[in-house]
Each structure stands twice: as structure tokens, then as C-alpha cells.
């Protein structure tokens, strides 16, 4: 999820940015042996990389609250290792390149042991080379399109297989949807999530003519044509769906069109992979009701873990009507799987937290209990959940048990035979056909 | 055949939102001519104080909420007017003849506004809801009409009307063209041009707050909601013609409708950029836009 004017800007200055980015590295390098002393050894700093301005404080925002909120529940538990945590927050603001100096920032000059962080995929290109280069570890909350599988990165949120799978089996089987309508913003995460889409559903035995592939761009408002388009589609007498990835913005005209233009969902459900309770808290809700989204955490889900977390969050946001959602979980199981680890090698050193990772198991928020997988993902379940009235959900359907994320998606051509291992193999893109390491991501 | 018809509708609503988000944009840069890059954070002032208004009267009388649009367009122009005469009073009138500085204080004021709101209202979208005369649709043939962009056609054709009529009828229109036209010769005829000129600023501002209560409707409400305007904006003003306001009537519905013809065929994101070209490539022959003003005007 990233807007169009930012985008622009991003790439329109990264030149420049680049430049800057070499000067500060040039400064820093030279300034070294006089920096000041670091900060007495008794607290463990936890570097918090969101944007807090621009377009994407709009989701951001409360996963820097999140982390401020899991750093102040842990101290009052004594901390790590005996040592409080200190936070030091950053605000990248919405500009990619920023993200990769203010990751360089939070570990050359604040030490920072551990980075929770990034929402869009560009922005976790933008700081990978940094923290390849500096070692150090990143936590990504978000779910994303996979076909990725770093050392230095875990990824908390859903990979394709553990959120838009799931979703696509759910209406062929339960609601014996036969046509299929894939909307999504124009850019990587929905240009992949239906490349892999399209190619699970054709191997399922659904022709060409029953699949419409559609793109919009970054905060697009004016969806007539298109709901026109899909009204048509849908007619066909077969049971059509729309698989939605359009991003944050544009989602109220969306569904705003579909329910101005006579589309219940119980004609075309529209099953959406970014609009949970955050997004829904702004908005009126009344054109939405009914349809669906995918999730791997609903705050409506009923277990005492996500009840003491929602009464402990409003009670440290002051807020009673704050809502939780799915990347907040998705920190909530990886700083604790941080801590797990961190406790097990008795050091925040990042090579020994790293190899400590794979294996270590977190309880999720809806009864289950996470694991970090060798590939860096970790299992989550899935639920399908209906929009009620008052921005919540109502989960009408749940996978039997926890979804191993897979780092390269099984339905594509040129990731099908890719595995990520860090523990065995220790690589990210191994492949099992011709048993190398560095096999081709498509 | 309804299907020509539909995509013309369909043209005509796009365009309806164009003009209405550029009329305001057309008097301060096309008549007063400041880049003024804040000019979406005027809109997305507006669509707050629809917001604002909407939580007042849910709390207190939640009878008039059907009116609660009505009660919002005074007072957004209001808002957003206020706030125009002050950014003029305080900024804009140190820079006039600087094209540059102009652009570049009021694009850092439009980050200012932006992360004020931010702070103020919180990041995420606020909820304004539709009013029940403008939700829901009727058929006509085979094409769907939605009640909210036939309203919000209506009611920019209502403002487009009532600004014209204003510059063209009132003593302050009349002082603003004259200013806008021969400033030294109006300042000789007694005419306090600074204070028109804040003025003007404040009447082009008021609008694009109008302009937001109607976009409310249908898109969010967010720090971000004038960003995503502002290129727009620009297009209609520069293709219409810099300093005429049937040249943006013109611009918007032209781009509107060619917008809406091209998308069928061409898909969302192709349409967009073919529009872009085709700009790019009328402006090559007609800098000046579809209606260049002519004589003594083009030279001040």
C-alpha cells in the first residue's frame, strides 16, 4: 500500500537522495572516532522505522504505537537480559529512500539491536542492502507478495499462501464461486498476488474467459466504469467474485460505487487482502457491509490473550474505541519472538539472535502459537471474516490449523522450485531441482 | 449505442469533479497567477469541516443530519476563505511576480497544513457519511445513475454559475477584473488593491472548501485527500486556459469525457497516462491552452 504523489516524489529525488545518502555515509565514516560515548550499557535500544508523515502515517502510525506499547509492557516485566529497552523512533515519512538512511542512522549511530519496521515493499527493497550490509535484523509486520527470503529480515506478515490462497479456496468451496473478478492497485504486491492467483485458479480448472484482471491506479476515486464492468461481468449467470488488492485509499469509492450501483454482497462478494479494522474505523461503513476480508487476526476473534491485548492497548493509548488489527499482531508475535530468542543466547548479538530465530515459538493472538520458520516466515492461521456494521468482524470461516508461509510461491513457473533455508542450507533462494544456491525469483 | 451514452455520463460526472476541484485553483492562479500548490489542502480544510459539522450534529441533533451537507458549504467557504485571506495577508502578497518562492512556500505550506490536520485529527480517515437523498441510483435505459455525482454535477454547475455571475455582476467581481487586468491603473482609480487582492485569494479558497464538502462524498477523508487534486487541478486550469473560467469548464469536461472514453479500452492506468500525453502534446501547440487570453492581459 503506497500512494501515487509519493511515488512520484520518491523516484523523482532519489537521485539526489543517493547523493546525500553517500555524503552522510562519507561524514559519519569520518566522524567516528569522536562520536559520543554510546549510552550506558544498561539498556538495549529497539529501533522503530515508520513513517510517521506522509501519505503512509495513515497505516504506520499504530504499528509505532505497537511497538512503543510491547517495549513498555516488557520492561514492566523486567526487560530483557535484566536490561530495560529503550526505543528510539524514526520517521522515515513516507519517502523510500529516507527509510534506507534512517535505517543506516538507527544502527551506525543509535546501535540499535533490532529494527521493527516498513510497511510497503519498496520501502523493505530500500533498506535491505542496509541492513545486509550493517547486520542487523528487521522485523516487516505486513503482508506482502512474497518471492523473498532474506537473512536479515523476518517476516511476521502473511506470504500469498497464508492470505489470498486461503480466500480464493474459501469462495470456490464454500460459496461455489465460478467467475472471478482480480481488482488491484497498479503495483508489485497486487501485480504478483494475481499472477500467483491466476495461475492457482487455472490450475484448479477455471477457463481464461471466467477470470477479469483489472488495474487501477494509486488512489483512484472514479471507479463508475469499473463497477459498470464488473455489474457486466457478473451477470453471466455464474456466481462471480472480486478478489480485491486495491490498496488503503482507494478502497471507500470502490465499495462506496459498488453500493451506489445496486451490488449486494450477497450478488458479488468482494473478498479484500488490506481493509481491516484500522481502515475501517474511518469510514461509513453502511456500503460495506457483508463483504469480506482475509486476515490472519481479527479484534473480534474471542481468546483471552487478544482480550487482555485490546484492554492493555486502549488502557496504554488512553483510547477506548482504538482499534487492533493484523500487523499489530503480526509485531506482537515477532517482538516476542525477539525476546525469546534473545533470551536464549543471552545476547543481542545479531549473526547469534539470527541463528537463534528458526524454531522459536510465540503464542499468536487467536489461541494458537506461532513458529519461525527456516525461511524466515513464520506459521499463522487464516480466517475469513464478514464486515459488520460497526467497522468489525464476524470470522465466517477458519483454516484447520496454522499455514506455513512459503517464501516462494508454489504456483509460479520461476519460484516453484526455490526454497528458503537459513538453518540447513543457509540460503535464501535454494533450489531443490538443481540442489544450488542463487536459483532465479521470478 | 448505451453504451456511448453511459461512458459520456460517466465523462460528464469525472469532468463535474475535475471543475469543481479546479474552479477554486482557476481564480487563484488563473486570474490572481500564484502557483498555489496549497490549493488541495484548501479542499481537504473543506471535506474537515463537513466532518466536523457531520460529528456536531450526530451528537447533538441527529434529526438534521440529512441537512448536515447544507450547513456544511457556508461554513467550509468560511474556513477555507478565512484561511486563504490569512495565507495571502501573511505570505503570498511578499511574493507576488516570484513564481518560484511562490511555489515553493506554498508547497511547504501544504506539508505544514497537511501535518497540522495530521496532529489535529489523527492519520487515519475520518467518516462522513452520505446523506440518504444522495445514496442509492435510478436507471435511465441501460445506464445507472447514482444520485450522488448527479448531485454533485448539479451543485458544480450551481458554483460555477454563481462565481461567474459574482465576477461579472458585483463591485468586488468588478475590482478584481480590473485589478487582474491593469493593476496600476485600477490602483490609480482608487481601487485598494491589496486588499482585493487578499481578497480574491480568500474568494478562491472559500471555493475549493465548497469543493470539499462535495468531495467528502466520495472519497476519503484524510491529510492526504488534496494531494491526490492537486495534479488535476493544474491539467484542467493550464489546458483550459490560464485566466478563463469557460476555458476550465471547457478543460474539465473535456478531460473527463476523454478520460472515460479511453478507459474501456485502454484499462484505468493506460487511459491516465494517455491523457497526460495528449496534454503534453496540445500544450507543445497551444501553450496557452484551449482559450489564451488575448491583448493587453497576456503581457502583465
Redesign the interface.
Known amino acids: 500500500m503506497l500512494t501515487q504523489l509519493t511515488h512520484g516524489i520518491a523516484t523523482m529525488t532519489r537521485r539526489r537522495a543517493l547523493a546525500a545518502t553517500a555524503g552522510l555515509v562519507l561524514g559519519l565514516a569520518a566522524s567516528s572516532p569522536f562520536a559520543p560515548a554510546q549510552a550506558a550499557d544498561d539498556t538495549i535500544k529497539v529501533g522503530i522505522l515508520h513513517s510517521l508523515s506522509g501519505t503512509m502515517a495513515i497505516s504506520e502510525t499504530t504499528l509505532k504505537d505497537t511497538i512503543l506499547f510491547l517495549i513498555d509492557e516488557q520492561n514492566k516485566k523486567g526487560g530483557v537480559l535484566g536490561k530495560k529497552l529503550e526505543p528510539v523512533v524514526v520517521d522515515p515519512a513516507s519517502n523510500w529512500p529516507l527509510f534506507a538512511e534512517k535505517a543506516r542512522e538507527l544502527i551506525t549511530k543509535d546501535k540499535v539491536a533490532v529494527v521493527f519496521g516498513c510497511w510497503t515493499s519498496v520501502s523493505r527493497k530500500s533498506v535491505l542492502p542496509v541492513f545486509k550490509e550493517l547486520n542487523n535484523i528487521l522485523f516487516y509486520p505486513v503482508q506482502y507478495e512474497g518471492e523473498e527470503s532474506e537473512r536479515n529480515v523476518f517476516y511476521t506478515g502473511a506470504a500469498p499462501n497464508q492470505q489470498a490462497i486461503p480466500a480464493v479456496d474459501y469462495l470456490m468451496k464454500e460459496e461455489k464461486v465460478k467467475r472471478w473478478v482480480l481488482a488491484g492497485t497498479d503495483y508489485v504486491y497486487p501485480r504478483t498476488t494475481n499472477k500467483i492467483l491466476e495461475a492457482y485458479l487455472k490450475s484448479k480448472g477455471v477457463a481464461q474467459d471466467d477470470i477479469m484482471i483489472n488495474y487501477t491506479p494509486f488512489g483512484h476515486s472514479d471507479w463508475q466504469t469499473i463497477v459498470a464492468d464488473i455489474k457486466k461481468f457478473g451477470s453471466a449467470g455464474k456466481k462471480t467474485a472480486v478478489v480485491s488488492t486495491i490498496n488503503g485509499d482507494a478502497n471507500v469509492p470502490f465499495y462506496k460505487e459498488l453500493g451506489n450501483q445496486g451490488i449486494k454482497a450477497t450478488d458479488i462478494p468482494v473478498v479484500a487482502f488490506s481493509v481491516g479494522e484500522e481502515e475501517l474505523a474511518g469510514i461509513d461503513t453502511k456500503p460495506l457491509l457483508g463483504h469480506l476480508a482475509a486476515w490472519n487476526y481479527f479484534e473480534s476473534i474471542k481468546t483471552p490473550a487478544n482480550e487482555k491485548f485490546i484492554k492493555e492497548w486502549q488502557a496504554y493509548t488512553k483510547n477506548p474505541k482504538r482499534v487492533t488489527n493484523d500487523p499489530m499482531e503480526a509485531h506482537y508475535i515477532g517482538f516476542n519472538m525477539w525476546v525469546k530468542a534473545v533470551e536464549k543466547v543471552k545476547s543481542t548479538d545479531p549473526d547469534k539472535v539470527i541463528d537463534a530465530l528458526p524454531g522459536i515459538e510465540a503464542p499468536n493472538l487467536t489461541g494458537g502459537v506461532s513458529k519461525m520458520l527456516p525461511n524466515h516466515h513464520i506459521t499463522k492461521p487464516v480466517f475469513i471474516g464478514e464486515i459488520k456494521g460497526n467497522g468489525q468482524f464476524d470470522v465466517v470461516w477458519k483454516t484447520p490449523g496454522l499455514v506455513a508461509g512459503d517464501a516462494w510461491s508454489k504456483e509460479l513457473e520461476g519460484s516453484k522450485d526455490l526454497i528458503g533455508d537459513w538453518v540447513g542450507k543457509k540460503c535464501g533462494n535454494y533450489n531443490t531441482k538443481t540442489n544450488k544456491c542463487g536459483g532465479q525469483g521470478s | 449505442m448505451w453504451s456511448m451514452v453511459?461512458?459520456a455520463w460517466?465523462g460528464l460526472?469525472?469532468g463535474s469533479?475535475l471543475l469543481l476541484a479546479a474552479i477554486g485553483l482557476a481564480i487563484t492562479f488563473g486570474v490572481m497567477g500564484v502557483i498555489n500548490m496549497a490549493h488541495g489542502e484548501m479542499v481537504m480544510l473543506g471535506a474537515y469541516t463537513t466532518f466536523v459539522v457531520q460529528e456536531v450534529i450526530r451528537t447533538n441533533y441527529p434529526a438534521l443530519f440529512d441537512y448536515s451537507l447544507l450547513i456544511a458549504v457556508p461554513l467550509a467557504f468560511l474556513v477555507a476563505g478565512f484561511i486563504g485571506v490569512l495565507i495571502e495577508r501573511t505570505i503570498i502578497r511578499f511574493l507576488y511576480g516570484r513564481p518560484l518562492e511562490t511555489l515553493l512556500a506554498t508547497w511547504g505550506l501544504s506539508l505544514v497544513l497537511q501535518?497540522a490536520v495530521?496532529t489535529a485529527f489523527g492519520?487515519?480517515?475520518?467518516?462522513?457519511?452520505?446523506p440518504s437523498w444522495m445514496?442509492?441510483?435510478f436507471e435511465l435505459g441501460q445506464i445507472?445513475i447514482?444520485?450522488?455525482?448527479l448531485w454533485i454535477l448539479c451543485f458544480t454547475l450551481a458554483v460555477f454559475a454563481i462565481l461567474l455571475a459574482m465576477l461579472r455582476y458585483t463591485a468586488l467581481g468588478l475590482e478584481m477584473r480590473a485589478v487582474t487586468q491593469n493593476r496600476r491603473m485600477a490602483a490609480s482609480m482608487g481601487i485598494a488593491t491589496s486588499r482585493v487582492d487578499a481578497l480574491t485569494f480568500g474568494l478562491g479558497s472559500g471555493i475549493a472548501g465548497i469543493a470539499g464538502v462535495a468531495l467528502s462524498q466520495?472519497?476519503?477523508?484524510?491529510?492526504?485527500l488534496g494531494?491526490?487534486y492537486i495534479?488535476d487541478s493544474f491539467m484542467v486550469v493550464v489546458f483550459g486556459g490560464v485566466g478563463n473560467l469557460w476555458g476550465t469548464l471547457v478543460g474539465a469536461f473535456t478531460l473527463g469525457i476523454a478520460n472515460?472514453f479511453l478507459?474501456?479500452v485502454a484499462?484505468?492506468?493506460l487511459g491516465?497516462i494517455a491523457i497526460l500525453v495528449l496534454i503534453i502534446l496540445f500544450i507543445q501547440k497551444r501553450p496557452r491552452g484551449l482559450f489564451a487570453l488575448k491583448g493587453r492581459a497576456v503581457e502583465a
Not at chain 2, 146 to 149: Q, S
Request: glycine letters at 8%.
Open positions: 453511459q461512458n460517466y460526472s469525472l469533479v501535518q495530521r492519520p487515519t480517515n475520518r467518516e462522513v457519511g452520505n445514496s442509492g441510483a445507472t447514482t444520485y450522488n455525482r466520495i472519497d476519503n477523508v484524510s491529510p492526504n494531494q491526490s495534479i472515460k478507459e474501456p484499462g484505468a492506468v491516465k
